[in-house]
């Protein structure tokens, strides 16, 4: 089972201000064993981006949201406001 939430996070310019892409560490060192994508995807508003979070757990998916606020991708980026948009746990074939 995956599972995988989508946060809006804003502030100025913040699509300039991150590395927009798809970011996949599943089995990379420091997560070996387990499923952990991050997606920054641009929201059509410059002082706006999505990052969708894929993990194994739903504990897992807040976890490295708040990682990546705190020291991540967004560790200098001055953000106003972050909030999760959506949720979702699928199988995979």
Excluded at 38 to 53: A, F
Excluded at 54 to 72: H, I, P
């Amino acid at each position: 089972m995956k599972h995988s939430k989508i946060y809006e996070i804003t502030g100025p310019d913040i699509c300039d201000a991150v590395p927009l892409g798809v970011y996949d560490w599943t089995n990379g060192p420091y997560s070996p064993g387990q499923v952990r994508i991050v997606e920054l995807i641009p929201s059509g508003d410059p002082d706006q981006v999505l990052m969708r979070i894929t993990r194994d757990t739903v504990d897992d998916c807040e976890k490295e949201a708040l990682g990546q606020l705190s020291d991540g991708f967004f560790e200098n980026v001055k953000y106003t406001a972050w909030h999760e948009l959506s949720s979702l746990s699928y199988k995979e074939d």
